[in-house]
């Protein structure tokens, strides 16, 4: 089937408001991504984080850690660590999160304790813990 002679423009035309679009689909794409990238990057700067790693003999650990516990419990935990110092204030609700891990290499506990910048929390399954083989406490 051959085209008409008259149909031609009109299919360039056609052609070239496809190619428009697509152009200003892209351009309004990369808009979002940058815009995307600059809250990114406002976030980031607003971030303060101190980061220590240390081996230490466990009555050091647990004094550290008890240290921490104090802080939770007055509202208010300070860190100082390299001239740095970051001062935060826990609320009544706290999130945790704790992972016990044993490979053929190394064993482990990881403790994080978090909360949002608001009031939101949902209830979360119950955990057990023990300090020995036989005691169990439910939390």
């Excluded at 700067?45 to 550290?64: D, F, M, Q, V, W």
């Excluded at 860190?79 to 490979?103: F, K, N, W, Y």
């Excluded at 057990?128 to 939390?139: L, M, P, Q, T, W």
């Amino acid at each position: 089937m051959t085209e008409h002679p008259d149909d031609l423009p009109v299919k360039d035309m056609k052609r070239q408001q496809k190619r428009a679009w697509k152009k200003e689909k892209l351009a309004a794409k990369n808009d979002r991504r940058r815009a995307k990238l600059q809250r990114k990057a406002v976030r980031r700067a607003a971030r303060r984080i101190i980061t220590y790693k240390s081996r230490l003999p466990r009555t050091g650990a647990i004094e550290l850690m008890e240290e921490i516990v104090s802080g939770i419990r007055a509202g208010r935990v300070t860190v100082e660590h390299d001239g740095e110092r970051l001062q935060i204030t826990p609320p009544d609700q706290v999130r945790m999160r704790i992972r016990a891990r044993q490979t053929h290499k190394s064993e482990g506990v990881v403790i994080r304790v978090s909360w949002p910048r608001g009031d939101a929390f949902e209830e979360s399954p119950s955990l057990e813990v023990s300090a020995g083989e036989d005691e169990h406490r439910k939390r």
